[in-house]
T-cell receptor
């Protein structure tokens, strides 16, 4: 059974640009969550999607957005990139995203903003 | 107060010793608790989950949960150099609802050969 797949794995962008990251969850998983990980802040929750609907959102500015497609695949977009957006972006999937459901992480997308 | 607190370490233990990793959380309604291991440059991988008070054992790993004290711990017996990693405590703060798993900063464990 394939795990969570994230693309691209590594990317470098310039300040002011935008970026789109993609995530394919484990087959059968309908909940997709996104996290940002930085050395100083640790893993921070961005948002969670289930059945193409955003159910939860973390404390990030509106520049961070996402969506989920009918096949449960998800994308997140960051517009007007800032240097501080340099981080590892992790996608995680779970069966139904309910309390108690285990979340499984992809390998992550390393974003560097220069 | 952070929702999930961990000592960032590093915690250094000699090979073969017991490593004890601790975590406290603020939301009393939390129902599910997870421990993830993250090697440098890699994504977190699930080690254990625990829902009920008490101990849960899986091989060399034991998770302990005390909801009254809002405390979760992970014990690693017979620590090996390959256990050297950052251990993330994760808590689902939404009782009975949808998940918004919150992570601690992680404790860096160093097992000295």
């Amino acid at each position: 059974k394939a795990g969570v797949t994230q693309t691209p794995r590594y990317l470098i962008k310039t300040r002011g640009q935008q970026v789109t990251l993609s995530c394919s969850p484990i087959s059968g998983h309908r909940s997709v969550s996104w996290y940002q990980q930085t050395p100083g802040q640790g893993l921070q929750f961005l948002f969670e999607y289930f059945s193409e609907t955003q159910r939860n959102k973390g404390n990030f500015p509106g520049r961070f957005s996402g969506r989920q497609f009918s096949n449960s695949r998800s994308e997140m977009n960051v517009s007007t990139l800032e240097l501080g957006d340099s981080a590892l972006y992790l996608c995680a999937s779970s069966l139904a995203g309910q309390s108690g459901n285990t979340i499984y992480f992809g390998e992550g997308s390393w974003l560097t903003v220069v | 107060q952070k929702e999930v607190e961990q000592n960032s370490g590093p915690l250094s233990v000699p090979e073969g010793a017991i490593a004890s990793l601790n975590c406290t959380y603020s939301d009393r309604g939390s129902q599910s608790f997870f421990w993830y291991r993250q090697y440098s440059g890699k994504s977190p991988e699930l080690i254990m989950f625990i829902y009920s008070n008490g101990d849960k054992e899986d091989g060399r790993f034991t998770a302990q949960l005390n909801k009254a004290s809002q405390y979760v711990s992970l014990l690693i017996r017979d620590s090996q150099p390959s256990d050297s990693a950052t251990y993330l405590c994760a808590v689902n703060p939404i009782s009975g609802g949808y998940q918004k798993v919150t992570f601690g900063i992680g404790t860096k464990l160093q097992v000295i050969p």
